[in-house]
Every structure is written in structure tokens, then in C-alpha cells.
């Protein structure tokens, strides 16, 4: 897969992950597990990406004696959600197109 579209639905994945309440990186990654595997360095690095664009804030409050970062999603996090939920049936579209075209061909 094409690395930036990958790296664009995985964006689009964490913050669905943290859309309905704040979570910390564990828990996305455990969260996100029946649908896409994604390694710990994976997910910190998106999450910088995602706080850096605006998309998410974090804040740390203390868990059993440890501070654990904890990541809230923002309005533009929000609309990201929306956009990409608008641009997948373009997405779906070039899928047909191109499943079409073999089926032709067999």
C-alpha cells in the first residue's frame, strides 16, 4: 500500500479511537487491535503528527503512582473524521473502477 495513504487512514484511525472519550496509548493500541495491528512506535509517532497539527491535545494525570498521557481530540480532529468519512465513497469509487476493469480482462 502506498505509504501516504496508509499513513492517512491510520491518522484517521487513532483519532476515531480517541473521538468518544480521552485515552492513552495503550489502550489505542488495544482499542484499534481487532481492526488494524499498529506497533507502539507507530502510534507515537502518529500521535506527535496529529498533536502537532491540531488535531489532538494531550494532558498526563497520575495512574497508580506513574503520570500516564492521556489524548483528548479536537475540533479539527474532528473534522478530519468528517472529511475522510466524505472522501472514502471517491476512494470506493477508483476501487470499482479498478475491480471493473479486471473483471473485463478475465
Not at 484511525?13 to 487491535?33: F, H, P, R, W
Not at 494532558?59 to 506513574?66: D, I, L, P
Request: glycine fraction near 4%; proline fraction near 1%.
Amino acid at each position: 500500500m502506498d505509504i501516504q495513504l496508509k499513513r492517512g487512514l491510520l491518522d484517521v484511525c487513532v483519532l476515531t479511537a480517541i473521538k468518544n472519550e480521552d485515552s492513552y496509548g495503550y489502550k489505542i493500541i488495544k482499542d484499534m487491535k481487532p481492526y488494524i495491528e499498529i506497533s507502539e512506535s507507530t502510534l507515537y509517532t502518529i500521535l506527535k503528527r496529529l498533536e502537532l497539527s491540531g488535531m489532538l491535545t494531550v494532558h498526563s494525570s497520575e495512574h497508580n503512582g506513574r503520570l500516564r498521557k492521556y489524548y483528548h481530540i479536537t475540533k479539527a480532529g474532528l473534522a478530519r473524521i468528517e472529511d475522510f468519512k466524505n472522501e472514502w465513497s471517491e476512494v470506493v469509487s477508483i476501487y470499482q473502477f479498478v475491480i471493473k476493469e479486471d473483471a473485463k480482462n478475465e
